[in-house]
């Protein structure tokens, strides 16, 4: 009983809530982000022949949700900017990723043990944004409580939801790619966890927020972990969510999730010229999946 008492569950969500994220997890969160950038194809090719669109793509993989999330609010969509620390800590690592002499710094994050540790950290930071966009938008809009699923959704997308305006900063277009069309596990669990921090906000989920931040990340956490261990493009929601849209929509049953998220190669403009690195990782970006 003493043990059970010392590893109280509420306490330990009370510390887990408490810790703060800069600069150990949002370091992890943008050394994720951005590799997830150099997994696309023509992002080597952009960063030699243009560093400022690079560098661009690369600030709104790591901040696009907070910009996206500021407009929406009627806030400055460079707010964000004024934090200097997280936009050099950002820049940093953007400049490590794409420009490390011999590629090391990319290699050592891209093993993939390391590459789980940071996976893990970074759904910590994803969590954390979704609840700080519910409460943000309940002071907004007390009531307003499709506003706060929208803006902590927003916030826990990431770049996903823009990311058609980012490639045309790389001079790519494929509006097939619309995160809303076609949306991935990320994008989906930041939805539903939206939902429900805007439950317990509005006081209809009899649970403490500590307990829900904790429950949530360690949920969201090992999902990816395992997803991306297996190289896995698969949801947990799928079986459910085939079975509610039949019910409801009228969907077909057993559509692959993998059908979703992969599209034909021929559809997929190329360069011309590739390089010898983008060559090398062409396996890894075809089962690479969106981050954010």
Not at 149 to 161: D, E, F, P, R
Not at 228 to 256: D, I, K, Q, Y
């Amino acid at each position: 009983m003493e043990v059970l008492s010392v590893l109280n569950l509420g306490e330990f969500a009370q510390i887990f809530s408490k810790i703060g994220m800069f600069p150990v997890f949002d370091l992890a969160y943008y050394i994720v982000s951005i590799l997830y950038l150099k997994y696309e194809p023509g992002s080597v090719e952009v960063s030699r022949r243009s560093p400022v669109a690079s560098w661009l793509c690369a600030m709104l993989y790591c901040f696009g949700s907070y910009i996206l999330a500021d407009i929406m609010l009627g806030s400055s969509p460079i707010d964000y900017f004024q934090h200097n620390s997280h936009i050099l800590l950002a820049s940093a690592v953007w400049y490590l990723i794409f420009y490390c002499p011999l590629n090391l710094f990319y290699k050592c994050v891209a093993f993939l043990p390391v590459k789980l540790v940071l996976v893990a950290l970074k759904e910590v930071v994803r969590t954390r944004k979704i609840a700080a966009g519910v409460h943000h938008a309940h002071h907004a809009y007390h009531h307003g409580f499709f506003i706060m699923v929208i803006v902590g959704y927003v916030k826990g997308s990431g770049v996903a939801l823009i990311s058609n305006f980012e490639q045309l900063l790389r001079g790519v277009w494929r509006p097939e790619t619309n995160e809303i069309l076609s949306m991935s596990f990320p994008t989906k669990a930041s939805l539903y966890g939206a939902i429900l921090f805007t439950l317990q906000e509005a006081r209809w989920l009899p649970v403490s927020k500590s307990t829900l931040i904790l429950v949530f990340t360690l949920f969201m956490a090992i999902t990816k972990v395992v997803m991306t261990a297996r190289h896995s493009h698969g949801s947990p929601f799928a079986l459910v969510e085939s079975w509610v849209c039949h019910l409801l929509f009228g969907s077909p049953l057993g559509g692959s999730e993998e059908d979703h998220h992969h599209h034909p190669p021929a559809s997929s403009p190329t360069s011309p010229i590739k390089t010898k690195e983008e060559l090398s990782e062409g396996a890894r970006k075809r089962k690479v999946k969106k981050a954010e």
